[in-house]
């Protein structure tokens, strides 16, 4: 049997560990939890929302969300459904069932003194997207390699077609 095939240097699952270190900026796959949850927060949600809200814990299922307003915690208490249901479509794996809202100044701005601006978000890949990439990386045996790959194309072929945020008054 060869090196390659026994996990050796040069195994695609050797390579697949090297292709994430390398691509783990790319990829934005932060380890932990808080960021996970506060990523796909600000995705699940518009950007007029997000600069008024932020997540403070994920426990058994009941998200605690701290508002900057009674009127905003009285409007997204209206669209909790909505939200519970684009937060678990972006993140399968942390079955929100609940939020609860509760009011508060939001940590980023005891922190910065002044809101924070936000990146972006990507938009949700598309199903001609996936299937590209499935072609793409078709060849490849199954593992972490195939895995990696198609994660990095994915989130090119997003980036693609993110809109250009506007450019800053100076």
Avoid: C
Avoid at 32 to 52: E, F, N, Q, S, V
Avoid at 145 to 160: A, G, I
Wanted: glycine fraction near 4%; aromatic fraction near 4%.
């Amino acid at each position: 049997m060869s090196a390659s095939r026994r996990g050796g240097p040069h195994s695609p699952q050797a390579l697949g560990s090297l292709v994430e270190r390398i691509a783990a900026p790319l990829l934005e796959r932060p380890t932990a939890r808080a960021h996970i949850l506060w990523r796909h927060w600000h995705r699940a949600i518009t950007p007029h929302i997000a600069r008024h809200t932020e997540p403070v814990r994920l426990s058994d299922g009941v998200l605690t969300v701290r508002v900057d307003s009674p009127s905003w915690l009285q409007e997204l208490t209206f669209l909790k459904p909505d939200i519970i249901a684009r937060l678990n479509d972006a993140m399968p794996d942390a079955r929100v069932r609940d939020i609860r809202f509760t009011q508060g100044t939001l940590k980023r701005r005891q922190l910065a003194g002044r809101e924070t601006p936000f990146k972006q978000p990507l938009p949700p890949a598309t199903a001609a997207e996936r299937e590209a990439v499935e072609q793409i990386v078709a060849k490849l045996p199954a593992g972490r390699l195939r895995t990696v790959l198609s994660r990095l194309f994915l989130k090119h072929m997003q980036r693609q077609r993110r809109p250009e945020l506007p450019a800053k008054k100076k």
